[in-house]
């Protein structure tokens, strides 16, 4: 991949999708996730002042923990308020042409949300290097090895429907990292943070265990 971002992301291997109430929950995540051995965050706009939290991370993490990128980003202006905040890539749930080029002047990844072959075709036109399968859960990981028939050379991150016990299964059906929320984080609703830092461990080792 040309994007050294993307290239750290597909090392990783898991991206940990984080929804949180404030910056001090979204930073204990993160720093669990890492702790587990998983340096990929998606911070979600769906946190309140998402891009103050994004900064905060930014700065309360050192940058070789940390491969920090926003989540939910609808429309460019939130883009750029993103990559303003540090984020140094942008995940979507669709494809929005606008980000996509904007995203690809300043150099930074975009990953929209695609489930369709023409939805893939439209985001590749449109310079995205890695889709995200989003929800991954509607047709889960044999769909990736159907995509992959015409299309060999695709790089295809699912998110949804990704847990412990057929991770392995979206690796070996040719994914190149998976995105996942509620299944690594949920030990956090009830301020479990090693719960946390345990499923990350737990993610990281399976996807290990799969690439052989």
């Not at 993307?6 to 999708?17: P, R, T």
């Amino acid at each position: 991949m040309k994007n050294p971002v993307l290239n750290k992301l597909v090392e990783s291997g898991v991206v940990a999708v984080v929804r949180a109430q404030t910056k001090d929950e979204a930073t204990k995540i993160a720093l669990a996730c890492i702790e587990g051995g998983l340096k990929a965050i998606e911070l979600t706009f769906t946190v309140p002042n998402a891009h103050e939290v994004i900064r905060h991370l930014r700065d309360a993490i050192p940058e070789e923990k940390l491969i920090l990128g926003a989540g939910t980003v609808l429309d460019k202006q939130t883009a750029q308020l993103a990559i303003e905040s540090g984020a140094t890539y942008i995940v979507s749930p669709g494809f929005d042409l606008e980000t996509a080029l904007y995203c690809n002047e300043v150099n930074v990844p975009y990953m929209p949300g695609c489930l369709t072959i023409t939805e893939m075709l439209t985001a590749l036109k449109a310079g995205v290097e890695v889709v995200k399968l989003f929800p991954g859960s509607a047709f889960g990981p044999s769909y990736v090895k159907a995509v992959k028939g015409p299309l060999p050379n695709i790089n295809i991150m699912p998110t949804g429907g990704v847990s412990l016990d057929n991770v392995g299964e979206w690796i070996k059906n040719g994914v190149v990292a998976v995105g996942v929320g509620g299944e690594l984080t949920a030990p956090a609703k009830h301020g479990d943070f090693d719960g946390v830092r345990a499923n990350a461990k737990a993610f990281v080792d399976a996807v290990k265990k799969a690439r052989g």
